[in-house]
């Protein structure tokens, strides 16, 4: 373990162009046109699923169920647990949501529906659910 240790932490301090060299050695194809630390996370996964071992045939099961389905998160915000924050910026502000059990709060302001809190914000009609990306289809 100790060397698992010891070869994932060389990977902080290597340029771009020796990451390029040791994905291509670890999963023998080319290195896809990432970022630096999307590259070290890569490797450094598949370092570690060499010594310890990868997911489980039913994780993997899993995974491929909801990749043919789409997105893997909540489709509507009845999914959406009370204590889930949602995240968006919009035009330079970052909005935060908090999902109650009575419905949303933003700032210190209750709303019934996350669609009431996107036509505030942006003054148009929208999906709420859209605007905050918990449909298949991107927000703007």
Do not use: C
């Amino acid at each position: 373990m100790d060397n698992l240790e010891q070869r994932i932490a060389s990977l902080q301090s290597m340029p771009k162009k020796q990451l390029r060299v040791e994905w291509q050695h670890a999963y023998r194809s080319p290195a896809p046109d990432v970022s630096s630390g999307m590259l070290r996370l890569g490797i450094a996964y598949r370092l570690q699923e060499q010594v310890i071992g990868g997911l489980s045939p039913a994780s993997i099961a899993k995974l491929r169920r909801l990749a043919k389905k789409g997105r893997g998160g909540p489709r509507s915000p009845d999914q959406l647990k009370p204590g889930t924050r949602l995240v968006r910026s919009w035009n330079g502000r970052t909005l935060v949501v908090l999902v109650t059990g009575e419905g949303f709060v933003m700032g210190d302001k209750h709303y019934r529906s996350l669609s009431e809190i996107a036509r505030e914000v942006t003054g148009a009609h929208w999906s709420g659910p859209r605007f905050f990306g918990l449909t298949g289809r991107p927000a703007a």
